[in-house]
């Protein structure tokens, strides 16, 4: 099993920054790849950037050249740094950590930008 928490959420001006963290513990050896999601209300939940173990990186054309993604794998940390922040941004952002055959989420943190 593994856990996930998220941190770093909050209330942003647009053009505002943001980082989020989230940190995996537990059964963490065989995860191979950790990424952020993101869910607007009435929207169905879609990807915002994903990094595997190796350092390869994956971003929603929405996001690239503003959200960088990085990975501390000695601390099984993934982050998420928001540059530029716009109002379509306003989501409750999730962490997802993968293994072979399995996905682990976390609870979700609530970004929030405003005009």
């Known amino acids: 099993q593994v856990q996930l928490v998220e941190s770093g959420g909050g209330l942003v001006q647009a053009g505002g920054s943001l980082r989020l963290s989230c940190a995996a513990s537990?059964?963490?050896?065989?995860?191979?790849?950790m990424g952020w999601f993101r869910q607007a209300p009435g929207k169905q939940r879609e990807l915002v950037a994903t990094?595997?173990?190796?350092?390869?990186?994956n971003y929603a054309d929405s996001v690239k050249g503003r959200f960088t993604i990085s990975l501390d794998n000695a601390e099984d940390t993934v982050y998420l740094q928001m540059n530029s922040l716009k109002p379509e941004d306003t989501a409750v952002y999730y962490c997802k950590a993968a293994e072979l055959g399995y996905d682990y989420w976390g609870q979700g943190t609530q970004v929030t930008v405003s005009p």
């Open positions: 537990g059964n963490t050896f065989d995860l191979n790849s």
């Open positions: 990094i595997t173990k190796s350092s390869n990186t």
